[in-house]
């Protein structure tokens, strides 16, 4: 088969791979699409330091079953099996679990083939639009953020970030009901793009102009964008972290103790909320269409991911495409 390599920063490459062969338990997998990750672009410049020479990346997918051609995607989350995390549907807390894309050990989806346990291909509708499925893990990620925030009538939200993170925590944040939501981007066309999901898209300068939010998902990660969540909450306001943009960040202390803000984590999403975001693309909710911006042939993605680590190629969402 063919795969997409990582050789190290900036070098990506298509190589010929053994193909995969599923052992006891797994479902082999003919890759349709997978998208490219904010995670996977930090991987490829060598930023994050969580993707390895040698390895194959990629965990936002869309596939069919070899053996009977069924449309699923995959939860790239897999626990170890074992332990009370696992045993409470929460594989994203298990101390020894496997993520696809990251671990270098295990199959991943910037290939032509795939093999997956079972208990993780989360099966589609056949006549789904091809491309929604590869949203369902961003989707997923949203989903878990505005949970992890409580997000519910009469809440108003500050979504940091206008990316497919930010996209989906504002989505979910709408499913959640939410009274008003917010997303603050700098970057122009993904001010438009949340425009035209309905929501007030916002430049950053701009937030103190915004009434004090009830919760913030901050879909960046980083000092500032914590920051700017902080000055734009109310007292008593919940920030939800779940942007990985810097490993450490400085924060006050005070505004968080003396105003009673709650910081919380938010890292990918139960078995669950993977299959009940699975559930509602499969629904076709409004606003998927506007979610991916481009599609390339697998021979393109070396091209696609300099590109987009350059920016040249000013896109929210590109998908892989691993066959015809």
Known sequence: MRALVFRGPSDLVVADRPDPVPDAGEV??????????????????GENGRRHPGQVMGHETVARTADTGRLVTVNPVMGCGDCPACAAGTEQLCARRRVIGVDPSVSSAFAELMVAPAANVVPLPDDLPEEYGALVEPLAVGHHAALRGQVGAGDRVLVVG???IGQAAALAARRAGATAIAVSEPSASRRALVDRLGFAAVEPGA?????????VLDAVGSTASLRDGLAASTL?????????????????AYEISTQERSIVGSFCYTSREFADTAAWVASRPPGLESLVDDQVPFDEAPRAFARLASGELDASKVL???QP
């Open 207 to 215: 937030l103190a102009d915004l009434d004090p939010v009830t919760v």
């Open 236 to 252: 008593g306001a919940r920030i939800v972290l779940v942007g990985m943009n810097a490993p450490q960040v400085s924060l006050s």
């Open 28 to 45: 082999l997998l003919r890759i349709v699409a997978t998208g490219i990750c904010g995670s996977d672009l930090h991987g490829y410049t």
């Open 320 to 322: 892989v495409r691993c």
């Open 162 to 164: 206008g990316g497919p």
